[in-house]
T-cell receptor
Framework: SQELEQSPQSLIVQEGKNLTINCTSS?????LYWYKQKYGEGLIFLMM?????EEKSHEKITAKLDEKKQQSSLHITASQPSHAGIYLC???????????FGAGTILRVKS | DGGITQSPKYLFRKEGQNVTLSCEQN?????MYWYRQDPGQGLRLIYY???????QKGDIAEGYSVSREKKESFPLTVTSAQKNPTAFYLC????????????FGPGTRLTVL
């Protein structure tokens, strides 16, 4: 079965600093989703990557897919308190029309 | 506004009782999903349905049951056979296909006393 490992598990950054979250798959990635979650709430879609080398940005958040490494990275530039939350990656499972998720990365931003 | 609703937000039950969690969507999506979220474990798939009157077991279906009698509704029953039911439950829906975004509801936190 496909598994996703996210790193780090949690991090605390000073407001204004940059940060990167990684998501590594045990199998080939055919599509990779990034979601954000506030504690006790539902998931908010950030972006979806399909092709190797693809890079997408939304405001100050950029995600990239490295197919060879079976890895995706999420980069936040000039972090703000509004960026705090749990970031989850989800990979498309080739057969079954479903996603498998990583354990999540908890981000705290100190102001 | 289109979206997914889950009710109730918080649910308390005594051990040994069955409980049903509601999930309704007005996005006209064919596919619906139920996930369980525990601290430090991310989301795990319980059941999913790609079309009305059809559903498949996910990775942790034991102790749960679902029905899909209507396109917009996908209720989840947590039975007394589920050994550790206390968790945060999330419902999602999407258009069919591998690369379509899943939209999530706000979740239901179930606590079994």
């Amino acid at each position: 079965s496909q598994e996703l490992e996210q790193s780090p598990q949690s991090l605390i950054v000073q407001e204004g600093k940059n940060l990167t979250i990684n998501c590594t798959s045990s199998k080939t990635l055919y599509g990779l989703y990034w979601y954000k979650q506030k504690y006790g709430e539902g998931l908010i879609f950030l972006m979806m990557l399909q092709k190797g080398g693809e890079e997408k940005s939304h405001e100050k958040i950029t995600a990239k897919l490295d197919e060879k490494k079976q890895q995706s990275s999420l980069h936040i530039t000039a972090s703000q308190p509004s960026h705090a939350g749990i970031y989850l990656c989800g990979a498309v499972v080739l057969y079954g029309n479903k996603l498998v998720f990583g354990a999540g990365t908890i981000l705290r931003v100190k102001s | 506004d289109g979206g997914i609703t889950q009710s109730p937000k918080y649910l308390f039950r005594k051990e040994g009782q069955n409980v049903t969690l509601s999930c309704e969507q007005n996005l006209n999506h064919d596919a619906m999903y139920w996930y369980r979220q525990d601290p430090g474990q991310g989301l795990r798939l319980i059941y999913y349905s790609q079309i009305v009157n059809d559903f498949q077991k996910g990775d942790i279906a034991e102790g749960y049951s679902v029905s899909r009698e209507k396109k917009e509704s996908f209720p989840l029953t947590v039975t007394s056979a589920q050994k550790n039911p206390t968790a945060f439950y999330l419902c999602a829906s999407s258009s069919p296909g591998l690369v379509n975004e899943q939209f999530f509801g706000p979740g239901t936190r179930l606590t079994v006393l």
